[in-house]
C-alpha cells in the first residue's frame, strides 16, 4: 500500500489534506474541488474553504467525453489497467498537486506549474497517465530545482465550448477559476504563488496562448510554455460560426430551444460530439475574449500582457502526420474542390503545392505539407517573430525526435509530450535525451535560461533543435532547411485572408 502524507491548509479553512506517494520522493494530492457549478451551463465559483478533512489519495471525476482508444503510438502495454475515474459534468472541477515529498529544508517556496491538457478540447482529463508528472517532478528534486506540477481538469466540447443562453467559453473560466485557485492556495503545498507558469500541448497550448493574451490572468502567471499550437492556428470562433455549431448540435440532440438543448443528456450530447468533429475552442462572444475581435484589429496580433516576462515556444517536425488516416478518407477530388471553394487563397494554396485531382500517395502527402505549414509551421514561427519583435523573451525549440516507440510515425503532433513527461517507461538509450529536454524546461520554471548549458562560451540559447537523441543549438540556415521558411514567407502575404483551422479542418475532412 502507498504511503500517505497529510498536510494542513490554512487558506482552505484549516483541514488536513492527505495525499499519496507515486514515487520513492514525490507525493500527490488528488481531486482537489477548485471550483463548483450547479448545473449545466454555469459559470464556476471558486472554492476557497473545505469544510471537513480532504482525501486526496484519489482522483477527482473527469469531464465527460466520448469513448476513445488510446492512441496507436503509444505502448500497449502500459495501458494503465486500474478503472479510469468516473466522468461527472457537474463535478469535474477538480485539480492534481504534485510536488516532491520533502520540501525545501529553509521553508523556501518553490516554483508552480500549472498543466492545461490537451485533446482538441473534446478529450483527456488531469488523470491521464500521459501527463503523469512524478518523473519530471522527480528529476526536478535530484537537480536540486525542486518544482511543484498542478493538472487541472475543465469542461469540454458541447460542455465546455458551445454557445448557449446568449454565452460561451464555459471552459475557458474553468482554466481561469483554477489558475485563480493555484494563486490562492498552492502556498500550503509549498508552491510559490508568486512564481507560476501556465503551459499546455495542442489544445492545451491554445488555452495557455488565449490567457496570456488577456487582461483577467493579470497576475496569476510569470511565464508561459506552448507545444505546438498557438492562437494564430486556432483564431477565436466568430460568433456566427458558433451559433451554426450549436444548431447542429441541437439538430443532433432533437432539441430545439436553448432550454431543451440543456436538459439533453450527456449521453446524446457526447454522441453529437463524435459526429461533429472537429475541435472546439475559445468563441467571439463578448465575454472572455472581450469586445468582438473584429473592432479591435486581428487576434493574431495581439501580444501577451505585460506580467508575462518569458515565453517557451516549441513544435515537432511533422505534426500533421497523425491526421493523415482522417484526410485520405476523402476522395482526392473532394479534397480539391474543397480547398478551391475557400475564398481568395484556396486556389492560390491549391496552384502552390501542386495539389489535384489525382488519387496518389503523392497527392496526399503535398495536401498533407500544406496542412503542416498552414496550422502548425508557420503560426509558430509568426509567434516566435511576433513575441520578439514584441520585446518578449523568448526560446524556441525543434522537436525532430521520433516517437520512441515506433519510429515510423517520425516527430508527429505530442511526441514531445512523451518526453516532457518520460510517464511510459522508455529504453535506458533514451535517458540523456530526457534528461535533457526535461532540465531544459526545469530550468525554465525557474526563471533561468533553460539550454545555456549547450553553450561553451556561456552565452544564452534560444533556439534549440531535438534530434538524434540529443539536442544542439540551431545553426545558421537551419530553421530554413528543416521549416520551409521559404514558404512561410508565401503565406505570410495571405495571413488577414484566412484562418488556418477553417482550411484544415473544417474544409479536408470535416464533413457534415
Known amino acids: 500500500m502507498a504511503k500517505t502524507i497529510k498536510i494542513s491548509a490554512p ?125 519530471l517532478v522527480a528529476r526536478s528534486a535530484s537537480k536540486n530545482l525542486p518544482i511543484l506540477f498542478v493538472n487541472i481538469n475543465y469542461r469540454l466540447s458541447l460542455l465546455g465550448f458551445v454557445y448557449v443562453d446568449g454565452r460561451a467559453n464555459h471552459a475557458v473560466y474553468d482554466q481561469l477559476e483554477a489558475m485563480r485557485w493555484v494563486k490562492a492556495h498552492i502556498g500550503d503545498f509549498g508552491g510559490d504563488a508568486e512564481n507560476i507558469t501556465l503551459m499546455g500541448e495542442s489544445a492545451g497550448s491554445l488555452g495557455t496562448h488565449y490567457h496570456a493574451l488577456n487582461p483577467l490572468s493579470k497576475g496569476l502567471f510569470r511565464r508561459i510554455g506552448m507545444m505546438s499550437t498557438v492562437v ?39 454522441e453529437a460530439v463524435g459526429v461533429i468533429g472537429g475541435m472546439y475552442g475559445p468563441v467571439d462572444d463578448g465575454g472572455y475574449l472581450g469586445e468582438s475581435i473584429l473592432a479591435n484589429g486581428p487576434y493574431i496580433d495581439k501580444l501577451p500582457i505585460e506580467e508575462v516576462e518569458a515565453v517557451m515556444l516549441g513544435n515537432t517536425f511533422f505534426e500533421s502526420i497523425v491526421y493523415e488516416p482522417r ?50 509551421g508557420q503560426p509558430v514561427d509568426m509567434t516566435v517573430k511576433s513575441l520578439r519583435a514584441g520585446g518578449f523573451k523568448t526560446y524556441h525549440y525543434l522537436f525532430d525526435q521520433p516517437n520512441p516507440y515506433d519510429p515510423g510515425y517520425g516527430a508527429h503532433h505530442g511526441v514531445d509530450v512523451l518526453y516532457f513527461f518520460n510517464s511510459f517507461k522508455f529504453d535506458a538509450s533514451y535517458d540523456v535525451f530526457v534528461d535533457k529536454y526535461q ?44 521549416r520551409r521558411a521559404d514558404v512561410f514567407a508565401f503565406l505570410n502575404q495571405f495571413r488577414y485572408e484566412y484562418d488556418a483551422y477553417n482550411i484544415t479542418k473544417r474544409f479536408l475532412y470535416v464533413t457534415d
Open 327 to 376: 484526410v485520405a478518407l476523402i476522395p482526392a477530388a473532394t479534397r480539391l474542390q474543397r480547398l478551391l471553394e475557400v475564398p481568395i487563397v484556396g486556389p492560390v494554396f491549391a496552384s502552390k503545392y501542386g495539389i489535384t485531382a489525382e488519387d496518389s500517395e503523392e497527392n496526399l502527402k503535398r495536401l498533407m505539407q500544406m496542412y503542416e505549414d498552414l496550422s502548425y
Open 232 to 270: 494564430e492556428s486556432r483564431t477565436p470562433f466568430p460568433i456566427e460560426d458558433a451559433k451554426g455549431l450549436a444548431a447542429k448540435a441541437k439538430r443532433l440532440t432533437g432539441t430545439t430551444t436553448d432550454e431543451e438543448f440543456k436538459a439533453a443528456s450527456v449521453e446524446d450530447l457526447m
Open 439 to 482: 532540465t531544459g524546461w526545469i530550468r525554465f520554471f525557474y526563471g533561468l535560461a533553460p539550454w545555456d548549458f549547450m553553450a561553451e562560451d556561456g552565452h544564452e540559447v534560444a533556439n534549440v533543435v531535438f534530434v538524434d537523441k540529443d539536442a544542439h543549438e540551431r545553426a545558421e540556415g537551419e530553421l530554413e532547411k528543416r
Open 11 to 135: 487558506s482552505l479553512g484549516g483541514v488536513t489534506i492527505t495525499g499519496v506517494e507515486t514515487a520513492p520522493t514525490t507525493v500527490q494530492f488528488r481531486g482537489l474541488t477548485y471550483a463548483t457549478i450547479e448545473k449545466r451551463y454555469d459559470y464556476p465559483t471558486r472554492v476557497d474553504a473545505y469544510t471537513e478533512d480532504v482525501d486526496a489519495t484519489k482522483y477527482g471525476p473527469s469531464p465527460p467525453q466520448p469513448f476513445r482508444v488510446m492512441a496507436a503510438f503509444l505502448p500497449r502495454d502500459q495501458v494503465p489497467t486500474e478503472a479510469p475515474p468516473p466522468q461527472d459534468e457537474l463535478a469535474c472541477l477538480n485539480l492534481n498537486i504534485t510536488r516532491p515529498t520533502v520540501l525545501p529544508a529553509d521553508g523556501s517556496k518553490i516554483p508552480v506549474v500549472v498543466w492545461i491538457f490537451p485533446g482538441a478540447n473534446t478529450f483527456g482529463s488531469a488523470s491521464d497517465k500521459s501527463y503523469e508528472p512524478s518523473a
